[in-house]
């Protein structure tokens, strides 16, 4: 008998992967019409609530610690990009913790 230890890298990928399966069967099978408030749900509706489920597993608001998300551009993005006038990403920036609350604030569509 073994006791308490650390999740490994395979557990973990599967438990993420499993809330994303969970999600997008939550989302896929709700009514069209949702029958206590008569609201149609579109397909645009649908991928949304998928999309801020996984927001909200990656800020660690899902019974899993927050994950965060790394750029890691190729090395010669940088020179790249430079010489076509264009901006570029930085290596090792590291972005998350309010994803989800972003996601209907920000009005980036």
Known sequence: MSGP????EEEVLDMILAHVRRAANYWAKLP???PATGDVLTIKDRCEGVAYSILILLDGGSGMPAITLKLAPH???KGFRRSEGENWFEPGMELGGALHERFYTDNLV
């Open 75 to 77: 090395p010669d993005d």
């Open 32 to 34: 069209d019409v949702d």
């Open 5 to 8: 230890r650390a999740y490994t």
